[in-house]
């Protein structure tokens, strides 16, 4: 008798434990979580940028050169150090990008959309009305030859800005100086002479620099530098749209639907707690677990949260209560035929997982095919619920049947009623 009571306060004090760390690691590091996800335009404030690709009779639109604008325009994104931007495809010749933040919206608008088409050649002439025009035959290099690692410098010697270059193959930058020593080379930017420098050394290091009239200030050398890093676009983009979406709209949009999504949490937790007790209780733990668990997930891979996200984890809280309805149900169905406490507990959850599986795989897949085919903001809602749906069915399934289980063997409570079951009903 002695062991067995031993045994009970045992499973108890598990229980307990177990709910204490629950509860303690969720109150203690949620916020600081939270302010490591990143947050969408709709809800930080920043700017949408839509852009047209234009193709041309003698380079048409094709998947791979979309893909490759796509990834252009991703890499300038980021060179602007804008914190996880969303750079999607919309039909099949438009991109959207959200860029979320404070910064100048004119610079990127430049940024992404100007190509800064930088190429070097052996001999240029001037036309009639004083303007620089390439020999086009004697093309040496492009800005796509250059590492990503440009960069404004001061030279020590003369005191002059420069832009630094890198080759990605050295070998090639020492051919053309090994060619053109003692002889100038024509650097274009855009069509326009940036600079025509003498080569006077051979280099075998792959490094150079430019300057010129147009790179007189520190701002233009790390604006140029910062195109000549972003490389080339396949294809010219046109703007066709820029909105802006101000902080303070921004932020009365987080404020509102954190507030809705709190109200709606407390309902769900006070209505749980009512219809079922002790177990509703277990239940409203296993969602502060599953919230924590998702802030954590989104933090972890840093999923951008949009409007339609958040609102996605609201509807996973339903979900993830909606598995612990149908085992408590199952539950007190197994009571009213009898079985006692326990029992009705370990064949309740048996017959329920069936039903909680199917019923979160259909809604998996309807999200798994938004994603697949929807855009925007679809697609941010689908990956928010396909992850709460994962995550609800761990603390759902798992960890709030462990901690029943735990509970209902514990034998301190002996009546049905604190699982819901009703007054009428008593386990043997």
Same mark, same amino acid.
């Given at each position: 008798m002695k062991r067995k009571i031993q045994r009970k306060w045992g499973r108890f004090a598990v229980f307990l434990v177990l709910v204490a760390v629950i509860l303690g690691l969720s109150g203690e590091t949620s916020l600081r979580i939270w302010r490591h996800i990143p947050l969408g335009l709709d809800l930080q404030g920043g700017f949408e940028?839509?852009?047209?690709?234009?193709?041309?009779?003698?380079?048409?639109?094709? +998947? !791979?050169?979309?893909?490759?604008?796509?990834?252009?325009?991703? /890499?300038?994104? $980021? &060179?602007?150090?804008?914190?996880?931007?969303?750079?999607?495809?919309?039909?099949?010749?438009?991109?959207?990008?959200?860029?979320?933040?404070?910064?100048?919206?004119?610079?990127?608008?430049?940024?992404?959309?100007?190509?800064?088409?930088?190429?070097?050649?052996?001999?240029?002439?001037?036309?009639?009305?004083?303007?620089?025009? +390439? !020999?086009?035959?004697?093309?040496?290099?492009?800005?796509?030859? /250059?590492?990503? $690692? &440009?960069?404004?410098?001061?030279?020590p010697t003369t005191g002059q800005n420069v832009v630094t270059l890198e080759f990605k193959d050295p070998k090639k930058w020492q051919k053309i100086t090994t060619d053109y020593l003692g002889k100038p080379i024509y650097v274009f930017l855009n069509d326009q002479l940036l600079t025509d420098p003498v080569i006077q050394d051979i280099m075998s290091n792959g490094q150079s620099e430019i300057s010129g009239p147009s790179l007189s200030t520190p701002e233009a050398c790390q604006e140029l530098a910062k195109e000549l890093n972003a490389g080339a676009l396949p294809y010219p983009l046109k703007l066709v749209s820029s909105t802006n979406v101000g902080p303070s709209l921004g932020a009365a949009s987080l404020h509102a639907t954190l507030w809705a999504g709190a109200v709606a949490i407390v309902l769900i937790f006070l209505f749980m707690l009512l219809l079922y007790r002790i177990a509703g209780l277990i239940a409203d733990i296993a969602l502060v677990a599953y919230l924590y668990l998702v802030l954590l997930t989104f933090a972890g891979l840093h999923v951008v949260l949009t409007l339609p996200g958040l609102a996605a984890l609201v509807l996973g809280v339903g979900m993830a209560v909606d598995a612990n309805i149908i085992t408590y149900e199952r539950i007190k169905d197994e009571v009213r035929n009898g079985r006692s406490l326990q029992s009705a507990v370990t064949t309740g959850n048996q017959r329920a997982l069936r039903t909680i599986l199917d019923s979160n795989a259909t809604t998996f897949i309807a999200g798994a095919v938004m994603y697949w085919f929807g855009q925007g903001d679809v697609r941010g809602f689908a990956v928010s619920l396909m992850l709460s749906i994962v995550i609800s069915l761990l603390t759902a399934v798992l960890l709030s049947r462990g901690l029943l289980l735990l509970y209902a063997k514990s034998g301190l409570t002996q009546r049905a009623w604190w699982f819901g079951a009703g007054k009428e009903v008593a386990a043997p």
């Open positions: 940028l839509l852009y047209q690709i234009q193709a041309s009779p003698d380079k048409p639109l094709t +998947p !791979d050169g979309v893909n490759a604008a796509i990834q252009a325009v991703e /890499l300038r994104a $980021n &060179s602007l150090g804008v914190g996880s931007p969303v750079i999607e495809l919309e039909g099949s010749d438009q991109i959207r990008i959200d860029l979320a933040g404070a910064f100048d919206q004119q610079q990127a608008e430049k940024i992404i959309g100007q190509t800064a088409d930088l190429r070097m050649y052996g001999n240029a002439t001037q036309d009639k009305t004083g303007k620089w025009v +390439p !020999d086009t035959k004697t093309l040496l290099a492009t800005g796509a030859d /250059l590492k990503s $690692n &440009s960069r404004w410098a001061t030279d």
